[in-house]
């Protein structure tokens, strides 16, 4: 069914067939510069029969992104969306949040309260996204949560991870005033650029995030918010 919120000419679509099994795992390892691994055919498949969040977004017949997510326990009325990519010719367009919003619809639909996913916290767009723009809720800090990923973004950094959660019902989670925020943390503004420039330097951009979020949560303060200047946010509970 066409996604009203969509583009004209794009619509998302669940991923019923083997073959959109297939293309999917093929556009999700393009997003990630080459990682076949990262999400296997088999599993996908399994995961979109049982009953998971498995969609594929389409310009006409071209899928051009994917989004998979899968039920957490049943007490915790929980989903963790665990990968959500669009190609890198129709970034910037709106396309993220169109597929959240989808996300967010499909889970209301099934009584589930919150989504939960990671990211990675020295990528400042997803940060704005996440807490700004979806208002979602940070939850942990994670330390090398994957361990080694062998694809053209993770390969030799560790995987550190921000979770957050998503009330889906709930309006979103809001930016806190300037005089609730006791300290930042700050980002790079593109670290992309870094790492390409700089391997040494992202990763000391790495410990230096860690170190502060962790100095941070360990004195008793919560992520509050992002701002595109001064970084993640921390208020007292």
Same mark, same amino acid.
């Given at each position: 069914m066409p996604d009203p919120t969509a583009q004209p000419g794009i =619509?998302? #679509? $669940? *991923? %019923?067939? /083997?073959?959109? /099994?297939?293309?999917?795992?093929?556009v999700l390892s393009e997003v990630w510069a080459g990682d076949p691994a990262g999400m296997p055919p088999n599993l996908l498949r399994a995961l979109a029969?049982?009953?998971?969040?498995? /969609?594929? *977004?389409? %310009?006409?017949? #071209?899928?051009?992104?994917?989004?998979?997510?899968?039920?957490?326990?049943?007490?915790a009325r929980s989903m963790h969306s665990h990968v959500t990519g669009v190609l890198?010719?129709? #970034?910037?367009?709106? *396309?993220?949040r169109v597929l959240k919003q989808h996300q967010r619809e499909w889970a209301l639909r099934r009584g589930v309260g919150h989504v939960t996913w990671t990211f990675d916290p020295l990528v400042a767009r997803n940060a704005h996204f996440n807490l700004r723009v979806l208002g979602a809720r940070v939850t942990e800090y994670l330390v090398d949560h994957y361990g080694p990923m062998d694809d053209g973004l993770n390969r030799g950094d560790e995987t =550190?991870?921000?979770?957050v959660s998503w009330a889906v019902a709930a309006p979103?989670?809001?930016? $806190?005033?300037? =005089?609730?925020?006791?300290?930042?943390?700050?980002?790079?503004?593109?670290?992309?650029? /870094?790492r390409a420039a700089s391997p040494t330097d992202a990763a000391d951009w790495r410990l230096r995030v860690r170190d502060g979020f962790l100095a941070q949560l360990?004195?008793?303060?919560?992520?509050?918010?992002? %701002? %595109?200047? #001064?970084?993640? *946010?921390?208020v007292r509970p």
């Open positions: =619509d998302i #679509r $669940p *991923l %019923d067939t /083997v073959d959109d /099994v297939f293309r999917a795992c093929e029969h049982s009953g998971n969040y498995a /969609v594929g *977004l389409f %310009d006409g017949e #071209r899928m051009i992104g994917a989004s998979v997510g899968f039920f957490g326990e049943p007490a890198a010719e129709y #970034r910037s367009q709106g *396309l993220g =550190d991870r921000v979770m979103p989670f809001p930016t $806190p005033a300037a =005089d609730r925020v006791v300290a930042s943390v700050e980002v790079p503004h593109d670290i992309e650029s /870094v360990g004195a008793g303060l919560v992520v509050g918010g992002f %701002d %595109d200047d #001064r970084g993640y *946010l921390f």
